[in-house]
């Protein structure tokens, strides 16, 4: 029996052994086929435009295509749950945004935990959102705007990305604070909400700057402020909300990547050594301009898994000062 034991430890780890060399093979050679980049929210906005803005470059880096794969819904839960249970092979790769932090303050119940199911790479970028309105609307500032909304109760309605996304709680919170009458209406994303506030279907709107940016330089909407705490490169003659009366005020935006748990290590260094090189190249840093965001970076991917733990922590407390209860 002594014998059998000891060769059956022998067939075990030499199994095991075998199983490690080929998963080390594997990593080494990746990648051999299409790499699927999981956008998890609707084409036109900012995710979208970052992901399509990445992916070219990316693809040339790595010599494999990359696949733009958009997975709208729940706010970026569809997406971001189809990811979670991928397998981690270094063939799926997810757009992580600010939203992914606050789900665990809004969502009872997540199919995922924002900080497990996920090996992070990199922060793509930050920027700001900025609250629109409409020209039909006749404001030009917040103090106008507020004023508008207590003369004109139960009235005006303003579009965001989603539910629980930055920019909705971001509006709430200014909601809250003047005590405002105005209805939230959700889109599954801001390239869906920018088409009914330009079309002055919904006259307000808070939301990303990438979708909003062109139609407000061609006049089509009027930036009302940026909620960034200082004023946006992409917009310097509008004031930040918090130099508009609500001191103190800030929100932002950032788009990042993200892979299944459980991605070889190799892989994800190799992500993020190319997608620092690709964001320090000129032709890139003037198209983020083009949509409001920056090219930050990560130096390593630890770095963005400490912010990802942050911002859960913070965005928790915004979620209970703006009086949303999860769902």
């Given at each position: 029996?002594?014998?059998?034991?000891?060769?059956?430890?022998?067939?075990?780890?030499?199994?095991?052994?075998?199983?490690?060399?080929?998963?080390?093979?594997?990593?080494?050679?990746?990648?051999?086929?299409?790499?699927?980049?999981?956008?998890?929210?609707?084409p036109g906005g900012v995710t979208d435009v970052v992901a399509r803005i990445l992916a070219q470059p990316l693809s040339e880096a790595l010599r494999q295509t990359i696949i733009i794969d958009n997975r709208p819904g729940a706010a970026g839960l569809l997406g971001t749950d189809i990811a979670a249970k991928t397998s981690p092979d270094g063939y799926t790769l997810l757009m992580y945004v600010d939203t992914n932090t606050i789900f665990p303050s809004t969502i009872k119940q997540l199919n995922h935990d924002p900080i497990q199911s996920f090996d992070?790479?990199?922060?793509?970028?930050?920027?700001?959102?900025?609250?629109?309105?409409?020209?039909?609307?006749?404001?030009?500032?917040?103090?106008?705007?507020?004023?508008?909304?207590?003369?004109?109760?139960?009235?005006?309605?303003?579009?965001?990305?989603?539910?629980?996304?930055?920019?909705?709680?971001?509006?709430?919170?200014?909601?809250?604070?003047?005590?405002?009458?105005?209805?939230?209406i959700p889109y599954k994303g801001g390239g869906q909400a920018i088409s009914d506030v330009v079309g002055g279907?919904?006259?307000?709107?808070?939301?990303?700057?990438?979708?909003?940016?062109?139609?407000?330089?061609?006049?089509?909407?009027?930036a009302i402020a940026v909620t960034s705490r200082a004023r946006s490169i992409a917009l310097p003659q509008v004031p930040t909300v918090a130099e508009s009366g609500l001191t103190g005020f800030e929100t932002g935006q950032w788009q990042g990547l993200v892979v299944p748990a459980g991605t070889p290590s190799s892989i994800i260094d190799r992500l993020h050594s190319d997608l620092v090189k690709i964001m320090q190249r000129p032709e890139i840093k003037e198209k983020l301009l083009g949509i409001g965001m920056d090219n930050s970076t990560h130096s390593t991917p630890a770095l963005f898994k400490a912010m990802l733990k942050d911002e859960v922590v913070k965005w928790s407390g915004v979620v209970k000062t703006a009086g949303i209860q999860p769902e």
């Open positions: 029996m002594p014998v059998l034991k000891r060769y059956l430890r022998r067939l075990l780890t030499a199994f095991i052994a075998w199983v490690c060399l080929c998963f080390i093979a594997h990593a080494q050679d990746w990648p051999t086929k299409p790499i699927k980049l999981i956008v998890p929210h609707a992070p790479v990199t922060i793509l970028g930050k920027g700001s959102h900025v609250l629109v309105a409409h020209p039909s609307l006749g404001v030009n500032n917040l103090q106008d705007l507020i004023r508008y909304i207590k003369s004109h109760p139960n009235k005006l309605s303003y579009a965001s990305p989603g539910t629980g996304s930055p920019q909705h709680l971001g509006m709430e919170i200014i909601k809250n604070t003047y005590q405002l009458d105005v209805t939230h279907q919904v006259t307000l709107g808070m939301l990303g700057m990438a979708p909003a940016l062109p139609h407000i330089k061609s006049g089509k909407l009027i």
